[in-house]
């Protein structure tokens, strides 16, 4: 008998090779270990409420005054909710057809992207248009309705950053695009190098592949660093000598934990440059309600903001996002207070800023407690965390815990990853998942866990990995940089 369409030799090849290391190997046996009773911390996806931070109190009133309308007619209401959620619950429910439960444009409540547009006006001095703005169902559907407006085949390129955040190997295998790897510098605090680019881009060339994009990650996933105004105009530029779309992923834009490199979004950079530059390059930005100090994941709410993108092709674009018909609506809520606060004056204003500063103080801190505890192990070397939500450390591992991994069938860092989930309960991503330099091994860790566990868990590491290297260390040497 013939296999039948869902069996697993007559699936996609894309969907088998498309990989997702976040929720991966490492993920599945700590969800299996918790089903035993085991302790678990998830670090391994940027996941703030899971790990304890709280919602903010301002988007929630308002989101559940426009879930449970009947609430505003109640005459107590002004009992519970403040009189400024209440006017903007009202305010956002006349954007809507029917509230929640209707269906919205495709590409979102015009009421709310034009609030987005408002935002982005002034982050960044430049006017921006609601009707090239789409809101999404997170940013990640976003990065995919783009990819896929770009990959028609595998001879299509995209140049992405190693260690990249696996959305987008993933989503290039599922296209049938080819991955161009270009490798960011972990001894320049994870810095890219523009004659790198170049050569990546003239070797794909050279085996047939026509370099569509390139994405850039700032601040980034999974390493942390923030890119200087110096850097996104040499990228820039580059975009613009050898004609890619720049993909700006810059969902981590709020999570900023020094001042020398404050985020500076591609689009201001790009219109500060000018003509020909500002009038050429095609650039697509995302931002996403999932980051910053609001962390609602679950929400999935998102945008992405075309720029110099002709209009045949946002009308493709919009007939693409017409076929799922509606973006979630609660999350586009979402998003529009994300992008409007309450203001000084508001009710909710003092409020709204001290839960808002009180988080981002934490991740601060928290950064620099999961740098320097990192720092202080045996064989681990780890940048300061500038921006995002990870650390990603190196792991010199010693030569025979990667015969040992060998021996089991276990790429290198999963084998210590597997090692330190069992002995801590600590679960994150090895770096391999992310892709890392040949010979040079990393995980990812959040730095979201409470504050007031950060030093335990920091305890915890550095007690098994410290036993991990004495019981593979033989002074052979490491790997290493």
């Known amino acids: 008998m013939p296999p039948k369409p869902l069996d697993y030799e007559s699936i996609n090849e894309n969907v088998k090779k498309s990989q997702y290391a976040v929720r ?29 931070q709280k919602p903010l109190s301002f988007p929630r009133q308002v989101v559940a005054l426009c879930q449970a309308p009947f609430l505003l007619d109640d005459p107590n209401v002004g009992l519970l909710f403040p009189a400024d959620a209440i006017a903007r619950a009202k305010h956002y429910l006349s954007l809507t057809s029917g509230g929640l439960g209707a269906y919205s444009d495709s590409r979102g409540l015009p009421g709310v992207r034009k609030e987005v547009a408002e935002f982005i006006l002034k982050r960044d001095g430049y006017p921006s ?11 990640s559907k976003g990065v995919m309705q783009i990819l896929n407006t770009i990959i028609s085949g595998q001879d299509d390129g995209i140049l992405v950053p190693v260690p990249q955040y696996p959305l987008y190997s993933a989503t290039i295998s ?93 689009k201001k950079v790009l219109m500060d440059l000018g003509p020909p530059i500002s009038k050429e390059v095609q650039l697509v930005s995302f931002h996403s309600v999932s980051k910053g100090y609001y962390g609602e994941c679950g929400q999935r709410g998102g945008y992405f903001e075309m720029t110099n993108i002709p209009p045949q092709t946002v009308d493709e674009i919009y007939k693409v996002a017409s076929i799922s018909l509606s973006p979630n609506v609660p999350a586009q809520i979402f998003m529009g207070i994300m992008m409007k606060p309450p203001q000084p004056g508001d009710i909710s204003h003092d409020q709204f800023v001290r839960e808002s500063k009180g988080i981002l103080e934490s991740l601060r801190r928290r950064a620099r407690i999961m740098t320097d505890g990192f720092n202080s192990c045996r064989n681990v070397v780890c940048n300061f965390t500038e921006g995002a939500m990870y650390s990603f450390p190196q792991i010199r591992l010693p030569p025979r815990a990667i015969e040992a991994a060998k021996q089991v069938g276990k790429v290198p860092d999963v084998f210590y990853c597997l090692k330190l989930l069992e002995a801590t309960g600590i679960s994150t991503v090895p770096g391999s998942g992310f892709g890392q330099k040949e010979g040079v091994f990393h995980l990812r860790t959040t730095i979201l866990p409470a504050e007031e566990d950060m030093p335990a868990i920091m305890d915890s590491f550095k007690k098994f990995n410290d036993e991990f290297m004495e019981q593979y260390e033989d002074n052979r040497g490491y790997s290493r940089l």
Not at 28 to 47: D, M, P, W, Y
């Open 24 to 52: 991966g190997e490492l993920y599945l046996r700590a969800s299996e270990l918790q089903k035993e009773g085991k302790k678990i911390i998830f670090t391994n996806v940027g996941n703030p409420h899971a790990l304890g």
């Open 129 to 139: 248009d609601p009707e090239l703005i789409y809101l999404t169902d997170g940013a």
């Open 174 to 266: 599922l296209l049938g695009g080819t991955l161009v790897p270009y490798f960011l510098e972990e001894t320049a605090n994870w810095g890219l190098d523009v004659n790198d680019l170049r050569q990546s881009v003239a070797q794909a060339r050279y085996r047939g592949i026509t370099v569509k994009a390139m994405v850039i990650i700032n601040p980034g996933n999974p390493t942390g660093q923030c890119l200087s105004e110096a850097n996104l105009v040499e990228i820039l530029r580059f975009c613009y000598e050898e004609n890619l779309v720049l993909i700006g992923d810059e969902v981590y834009q709020q999570n900023i934990y020094q001042d020398e490199r404050p985020f500076i979004s591609s």
